[in-house]
């Protein structure tokens, strides 16, 4: 099952690999082998392949790569190119977790909305039918 913030968890490990004086080549190898079939871990799979094979970063059209994605993965790419992105990783880390728990809020503000929906289907019209049973079947005997 995908967890709420996928980036997130790259993100975390990379900084934690970075605070540990690991390269960001071994984090993201880690990283593929713990989540082998994780989305976040097939797209960055499918990214390095890409960067391996053209040399360029060209997966800004795909449908899974999200703004938060690829802003990861820039930082990656920075990463690999050899320059120091631990102070963006731990920005970046901040911004996900912020963006993150408004997310949570607004799902759990629409929560009750949704929730009414089988009142509307199923209860609502048994209600009316015992409010207006007796009026219908008192007109129905009055027209016979």
Not at 105 to 122: D, G, M, N, R, S
Request: net charge negative; aromatic share 8%; glycine share 6%.
């Amino acid at each position: 099952m995908e967890g709420l913030a996928p980036p997130l968890k790259l993100l975390l490990d990379l900084r934690l690999g970075l605070e540990n004086g690991k390269s960001v080549r071994s984090i993201l190898t880690s990283f593929l082998d713990e989540n082998p079939t994780d989305e976040m871990s097939l797209l960055v799979e499918f990214w390095l392949a890409g960067r391996a094979a053209r040399g360029v970063k060209q997966l800004k059209n795909h449908e899974f790569w999200t703004v938060w994605r690829q802003m990861v993965i820039e930082v990656v790419h920075r990463g690999l190119n050899g320059e120091a992105i631990l102070e963006d990783v731990k920005c970046l880390e901040e911004e996900l977790i912020q963006v993150s728990q408004d997310q949570v809020e607004l799902q759990l503000q629409t929560l009750p909305f949704v929730a009414l929906i089988p009142v509307l289907l199923f209860q609502f019209p048994a209600y009316l039918m015992l409010l207006l049973g007796p009026f219908l079947e008192d007109l129905f005997s009055r027209l016979e």
